[in-house]
């Protein structure tokens, strides 16, 4: 019996801290339940100039009340209430702790990106500006203007828009009119990880006359293109082609595929020094009417010597494997291969052209438009296929002119005299963008 009344006094104090325990737990559990979160507030952030109008819209299409408990799925709602309401950019919904004191009470911040939009001023001086969203928000329009030796003024517009198959890529639509009529489509994109291709595609529908037919050449083509640049001055591609093409009662039809790689290292596209441009490129045709290849090779030199003045030396060389369809023959002529005779005076299956030409700028290499003048010599020939470039005559064009050019306008005025061929006046102009 004594033994049983020690065993109860010792069983005693421990059933009193079970007790203790359960009462701290229902403690804590009636704590956890008054401590229930709530909205204490509801802010608005957007990308423009809103309204308090806007504001006030936002926070009811949101559903949001202050006072109401902030549950696990609460944000989620109203950002699907959000979206519903307006055709948002980007909705996003953010807790913040609105006291330190005390962690219950929750701020909500709501953040809406409308996307571009434009500011739209007011007649009234005493109305404020509206903001309105753009109605095509990446739509982007870009003139061209051209003026090309042997075929004209050419001009136009491109209309591209840009992520529309994710980053880094663009769809345009260039239309142009006159010396070059064009319409197609051109797709972009530039893949993300290291030593990745830009891929490119479209289709185009182009109409030119031929300077030395004085017929219409007419091309529709589709085509894909990947292009790697391992360093920043080295490029290489390769392209997949269709085509159909006609000049006069010539009309050709079929796939062609080729590879091309350039050594680029000037550094400015006005007037470069001390540079190198190379190229080298083949292309195969395989139309039923009868295959053939065309390679290209091109150098071009950029010395500096007297003060600023830039010795430009270069030499091009275009060769086919076998006749060219009239559409592909090579020309001879204008300012492309030599100035001082007609875009077009000649054609045929090989071209041969080399150049030296002294330019000398006017301004400051820090002026954004530079100007300069310029005197050169051109050699030139063109002949068909088994026939010796030894056997050749050779033309010759010599001249000088002036020269502008800007980020992305260019300008050239030159007055050539073809030896035993009369003299010239070449004009080119350009808007690149």
Do not use: C
């Not at 903001?131 to 030796?149: E, I, K, T």
Request: charged residues 25%; without cysteine; aromatic residues 8%.
């Amino acid at each position: 019996m004594r033994l049983w009344r020690i065993a109860q006094r010792a069983r005693a104090p421990r059933a009193a801290g079970v007790a203790a325990l359960a009462l701290l737990a229902l403690g804590a559990g009636a704590a956890g339940a008054e401590a229930q979160e709530v909205v204490a507030g509801v802010q608005v952030h957007g990308n423009t100039v809103t309204s308090s109008e806007d504001i006030e819209a936002v926070l009811r299409a949101s559903g949001l009340a202050v006072g109401e408990p902030f549950v696990s799925d609460l944000l989620e709602r109203a950002a699907a209430r959000l979206r519903d309401f307006r055709s948002f950019e980007r909705v996003e919904l953010l807790k913040r702790f609105a006291s330190i004191e005390d962690p219950t009470r929750i701020l909500i911040v709501v953040l809406v990106d409308e996307g571009p939009v434009r500011v739209v001023m007011s007649q009234d001086s005493g109305e404020p500006a509206r903001v309105v969203r753009r109605r095509f928000a990446n739509l982007m329009v870009m003139p061209v203007l051209g003026f090309d030796d042997g075929y004209g003024a050419t001009y136009g517009a491109r209309f591209a828009l840009n992520e529309v198959i994710g980053e880094r890529s663009r769809v345009s639509f260039p239309l142009t009119w006159g010396g070059h009529k064009r319409a197609g489509v051109d797709l972009q994109k530039d893949l993300e990880w290291p030593g990745a291709p830009r891929l490119s595609a479209g289709a185009v529908v182009e109409r030119r006359t031929h300077p030395f037919y004085g017929e219409n050449a007419d091309r529709r083509r589709i085509w894909a293109r990947a292009e790697w640049q391992p360093f920043r001055s080295v490029r290489a591609g390769g392209t997949l082609a269709w085509q159909r093409v006609s000049l006069g009662e010539d009309r050709r039809s079929g796939g062609s595929f080729g590879a091309d790689v350039l050594l680029d290292t000037r550094l400015d596209a006005v007037l470069p020094r001390n540079a190198v441009y190379a190229r080298a490129a083949v292309e195969h045709f395989g139309f039923a009417a009868g295959p053939f290849t065309v390679s290209a090779l091109e150098g071009r030199a950029y010395v500096g010597v007297v003060g600023q003045s830039v010795l430009v030396l270069r030499a091009l060389r275009e060769d086919a494997s076998a006749p060219r369809p009239a559409y592909f023959r090579a020309m001879l002529g204008g300012t492309e291969s030599l100035r001082g005779f007609p875009t077009g005076s000649d054609v045929g299956d090989t071209l041969v052209t080399g150049s030296a030409e002294i330019r000398v700028p006017l301004t400051s290499p820090l002026d954004l438009a530079r100007f300069g003048v310029s005197a050169f010599v051109d050699v030139g020939s063109v002949y068909d296929k088994g026939e010796r470039l030894r056997d050749q005559r050779w033309k010759t064009g010599v001249g000088g002119g002036i020269w502008m050019g800007a980020a992305v306008f260019r300008l050239s005025f030159v007055v050539a005299r073809g030896l035993d061929a009369g003299t010239r006046v070449h004009l080119g102009i350009g808007v690149n963008l």
